[in-house]
């Protein structure tokens, strides 16, 4: 079984910063692409950052520049360094880790709200 764990969401003011933390833990092996999405209310899940197991990264244009997705593979960890936050990134944030097991629809996090004030 397969567990992953996220932390770091939480309310902050615009122009502030959040680092949100996976670890995947379990019977998971060959992890490949680790990614974040995020889904505000009444919308759809969105890819927000992309990185692949060589470290080649992808961000969805809103947040480039202002986020960083980087990993730890010794840890099973992925993380997002997220910098001058606007309200309009306001989600709850779903870290997605891609294994040899699940290699298209990947494993899923609970999912860690984030909140970003005015």
């Known amino acids: 079984q397969v567990q992953l764990v996220e932390s770091g969401g939480g309310l902050v003011q615009a122009g502030g910063s959040l680092r949100l933390s996976c670890t995947a833990s379990?019977?998971?092996?060959?992890?490949?692409?680790m990614g974040w999405y995020r889904q505000a209310p009444g919308k759809q899940r969105d890819l927000v950052a992309v990185?692949?197991?060589?470290?080649?990264?992808n961000y969805a244009d809103s947040v480039k520049g202002r986020f960083t997705i980087s990993r730890d593979n010794a840890k099973n960890t992925v993380y997002l360094q997220m910098n001058s936050l606007k309200p309009e990134d306001t989600a709850v944030y779903y870290c997605?880790?891609?294994?040899?097991?699940?290699?298209?629809?990947?494993?899923w996090g609970q999912g860690t709200q984030v909140t970003v004030s005015s």
């Open positions: 379990g019977s998971i092996f060959s992890t490949r692409a």
């Open positions: 997605n880790v891609k294994s040899m097991q699940r290699p298209t629809s990947g494993f």
């Open positions: 990185i692949s197991s060589g470290g080649t990264t």
